[in-house]
């Protein structure tokens, strides 16, 4: 049987993006999942249409498990901070074809272990 995925996309403030991955992966188990740093010009408000707003953001992408999704796209909706008037957005798209990062026994999600010294 495949198993299905969702493929959650969000759009947040620039400095947010690590906090929120990084409580992804504690709190709901999440490995695959990263963030990018994004830049572009969006136009001003009806008042002021020829003024262009220069923006910063953040996007964090998330493969999360189908039965899973609505709670994860939830939980980031809430922590990224977009219940906030024009902080960003969220969606979430049927995945086509996905599979999980799947990390190897005994390692934690986002810790780097230092090779012994001599």
């Not at 947010?16 to 695959?32: D, I, K, M, P, Q």
């Not at 001003?44 to 899973?68: D, F």
């Not at 796209?73 to 996905?98: H, K, Q």
């Amino acid at each position: 049987m495949t198993e299905h995925y969702k493929l959650i996309t969000c759009f947040l403030p620039s400095g947010r993006g690590a906090g929120v991955l990084e409580r992804l992966r504690r709190e709901h188990g999440l490995g695959s999942a990263s963030y990018h740093h994004a830049r572009g010009v969006g136009t001003g408000t009806k008042r002021t249409r020829r003024s262009y707003v220069a923006s910063e953001r953040e996007v964090i992408t998330v493969l999360v498990r189908a039965p899973q999704a609505d709670e994860v796209f939830r939980f980031m909706f809430f922590a990224a901070g977009l219940d906030e008037p024009r902080a960003g957005m969220i969606f979430m798209e049927r995945a086509a074809r996905a599979a999980p990062l799947v990390l190897p026994p005994g390692s934690e999600a986002g810790s780097s272990a230092a090779a012994p010294g001599p």
